[in-house]
């Protein structure tokens, strides 16, 4: 199981990015996906899972409102559209596979992660 993160980058405050999670060897439709993040000196947090069943999503309060997570079985793809970002929201991003098919089952396979920066 491979997961690769991608589409991070340096963006000011206010802007936006749209996060990518694909996998290589497997169909993330199976799977509730989540996205975390992990700054530098602070606790992994979870931002933002998406069932597999039924597609309901789960925010962290921290981003809710602002986070969009969704997936496009087609091309195997989940994403997390991040809009009205602040300085806060810097941290590595990672997608994660859950246990089960739906979200609150614990991560089960991550990859490598993409850097996010915001600042002006």
């Known amino acids: 199981v491979q997961l690769q993160a991608s589409g991070g980058g340096l963006v000011q405050p206010g802007g936006s990015l749209r996060l990518s999670c694909l996998s290589s060897?497997?169909?993330?439709?199976?799977?509730?996906i989540d996205w975390f993040r992990q700054a530098p000196g602070k606790a992994r947090e979870g931002v933002a899972c998406?069932?597999?069943?039924?597609?309901?999503?789960y925010y962290a309060s921290s981003v809710k409102g602002r986070f969009t997570i969704s997936r496009d079985n087609d091309t195997n793809t989940v994403y997390l559209q991040m809009n009205n970002l602040k300085p806060e929201d810097t941290a590595v991003y990672y997608c994660?596979?859950?246990?089960?098919?739906?979200?609150?089952?614990?991560?089960?396979?991550w990859g490598q992660g993409t850097q996010v920066t915001v600042s002006s």
């Open positions: 994660a596979t859950e246990a089960g098919r739906n979200c609150g089952g614990g991560y089960r396979d």
């Open positions: 060897g497997f169909t993330l439709d199976y799977y509730a």
């Open positions: 998406i069932n597999s069943d039924d597609d309901n999503t």
